[in-house]
């Protein structure tokens, strides 16, 4: 037992901490600052409680005293049945009525976490037993239980409900059923009216664009479907696993101006959820020379950095401004090469471009060149906007592949084929034959939702090989990745610090989400852009020694004891980031190819942004191109 000083302590931090995260939601909220808002230290709340989720657990604590008060009123007490059990549902909605965004964290937050997954179920049984004390009739304790989850979940959702007026309304409805004794009959539907046959859809690659095709697809019932994904796993390059600990991502889920980014279209119009927090601007810096400076992502950044003179700064934000307005001459060059070969500016001006197109198209300063004058305006056009220009999303990209997963398995009439890669495709009786190692299976249209050298590959030897010509040569963005997670954190100088002398960089990526590591752990994450141009195999393995240590002497000038603190070590040479570099010699796979009957999609095909955004918004074209040749009415507008 607590002593009374040492409970009313420890409610302090709960109340404060249930009130961040209805403020803030649970993702945004740290153990720093429910620390910092009480007035305590780490010693003290580490006395009370593991991490976060022991808090959140207290929600479902406080659930659990309700049902228990319920459950010990006598029956002398209870006027009817019908109003003792909505007088428990209304004390339970009495709990949680104040913090709708608490609870759809909770929402999410069960999806991917297993503690708090078995928190709610456990609630939920405990709930169920309650009403079988006073209801002996499971199929209608579990009926009550349903219609209840659905209205928070619905409340929550919305924005401005009355909780309690929403169960009073709709468990009038419901009562109106249960009240009767009669015994319920197969549930009667109107048959069908004889129609067009469902439209058979395949999306082969189970990653990003895969997914978010699949998911959109999934919600007209006209359509049915198989997601097939060669790999054990879905996300493709934006893979997420757990070790030690540490949740490790293949692909960096740093988004690019999210306010502007089309996975926030997504998360409107699919109904996703997730939080982001965005990277400290004041904390990312480059180095060149043996010299720090902020890196020019704003206007106050740009003042700061010691890389350009105070003349060069001003030709840099005339440049930048030019871009915002759209009439730049960047427009009309070819490549940002031609532009700077053209260009009467300083050779640090046009070093800090080639820098900036390697950061955010994650390619050499050879290839930042041969980038299109078009595709850089656009994307700086865009990025220079927003106010948000660098987020993580908070739980890594499992958060939103985990999301897509649900809703399509939710539909009912989509596959998931996991480990099942299809070998050959043929056109037979107006149908598409597609054949794996188990079987075949007909489709009326196909997504390829791969790398275009895999969507070569499978077409070869067909009909449609030939206007797959254009895009053979298509050479991919690889980098070496150099993840490290550490038992504590050695140092935390920087968000972000850019090697301009060697084209590498490192980011703290748990200074950003917190949610990647242990408590008191850090995650580190360096980059090495990689030139690919090599004459012999010998040549090109001694090319990634030499980047490999060039990367560890980067963590070592930066962040001093990090070899002793290793906890999780994973070292990608060369792992591909995007299946095609976006520059001149390259040519994006456009959605459909004319003369060819297939639909295409992923980061090496033409769309929005770069890296993930590519992804995202082509395969929300593709989706919305065939829903459009559906005859019922699209549901994507």
Request: proline content about 4%.
């Amino acid at each position: 037992m607590m002593r009374a000083s040492t409970l009313k302590k420890r409610d302090l931090v709960i109340e404060t901490a249930l009130r961040l995260f209805m403020e803030k939601g649970y993702e945004s909220v740290t153990v720093d600052d429910i620390i910092a808002a009480t007035h305590t230290s780490k010693g003290t709340f580490y006395h009370y409680f593991n991490n976060k989720e022991d808090i959140i657990a207290e929600v479902g604590e406080r659930q659990r005293a309700v049902i228990a008060a319920w459950l010990r009123r006598s029956p002398a007490q209870v006027q009817s049945l019908e109003s003792h059990i909505n007088r428990l549902f209304l004390d339970l909605a009495a709990g949680i009525s104040a913090s709708p965004r608490l609870m759809r964290s909770m929402t999410a937050l069960a999806l991917q976490n297993d503690k708090i997954n078995r928190n709610q179920r456990e609630q939920t049984e405990k709930l169920n037993d309650a009403l079988l004390r006073w209801l002996p009739d499971p199929d209608k304790a579990a009926l009550l239980i349903s219609a209840y989850t659905g209205i928070v979940t619905k409340w929550c959702m919305s924005e401005g409900d009355d909780l309690e007026q929403l169960i009073r309304t709709e468990f009038a409805l419901l009562w109106a059923g249960l009240r009767s004794d009669a015994r319920a009959e197969p549930l009667s539907v109107a048959p069908k009216q004889k129609e067009d046959p469902p439209m058979k859809v395949a999306v082969i690659g189970g990653g990003l664009a895969g997914l978010t095709a699949a998911a959109y697809l999934s919600e007209e019932s006209g359509i049915e479907g198989v997601l097939f994904e060669r790999s054990p796993q879905l996300g493709g390059r934006a893979f997420t696993y757990e070790k030690a600990g540490f949740t490790l991502n293949y692909g960096a889920h740093a988004i690019y101006g999210i306010d502007r980014h089309k996975l926030t279209t997504l998360e409107k119009e699919l109904g996703l959820s997730f939080s982001s927090k965005q990277v400290d601007k004041r904390k990312v810096m480059y180095e060149k020379h043996d010299q720090i400076t902020p890196a020019p992502l704003d206007f106050v950044n740009l003042m700061k950095t010691e890389l350009l003179s105070t003349m060069q700064k001003v030709r840099f934000v005339g440049e930048i401004t030019a871009i915002i307005a759209n009439i730049h001459q960047m427009k009309n060059y070819q490549t940002l090469g031609d532009f700077l070969a053209d260009s009467d500016a300083a050779e640090d001006v046009k070093e800090l471009w080639e820098h900036l197109v390697c950061s955010n198209f994650f390619i050499t300063p050879e290839d930042a060149r041969k980038v299109p004058g078009p595709v850089i305006a656009d994307y700086y056009q865009n990025l220079f906007l927003s106010s948000r220009p660098v987020n993580y999303v908070l739980g890594s990209w499992a958060v939103i592949t985990n999301q897509l997963k649900e809703k399509i398995e939710a539909s009912g009439q989509w596959e998931i084929a996991l480990q099942e890669g299809i070998d050959a495709i043929r056109y037979e009786d107006k149908k598409f034959i597609l054949k794996s190692k188990t079987r075949e299976l007909a489709f009326d249209r196909i997504v390829f939702a791969m790398p275009v050298q895999q969507v070569i590959k499978l077409l070869k030897g067909t009909a449609w090989e030939p206007f797959l010509a254009p895009y053979e040569t298509n050479t991919a963005t690889e980098v070496m990745v150099y993840d490290v997670g550490l038992s504590r954190v050695v140092a935390r100088p920087f968000s972000y610090i850019s090697d301009m002398n060697n084209k590498l960089f490192i980011s703290d990526v748990s200074a950003t989400d917190h949610t990647l590591v242990p408590e008191g752990g850090q995650l580190l994450q360096g980059i090495a852009y990689l030139s690919d141009d090599f004459e012999s195999d010998e040549l090109r393995k001694q090319y990634l020694e030499q980047r490999t240590v060039q990367m560890e002497q980067l963590f070592d000038k930066h962040y001093p004891g990090w070899r002793e603190a290793i906890a999780v070590k994973r070292v990608s040479k060369k792992a591909m980031v995007a299946s095609v570099k976006n520059i001149a010699t390259n040519s994006l796979l456009p959605n459909r190819i004319e003369n060819v009957p297939f639909y295409f999609c992923g980061d090496g095909c033409v769309g929005k942004g770069e890296l993930a955004e590519r992804a995202f918004g082509s395969a929300r074209n593709v989706a919305k191109t065939i829903l459009k040749e559906i005859p019922q009415p699209a549901a994507l507008v």
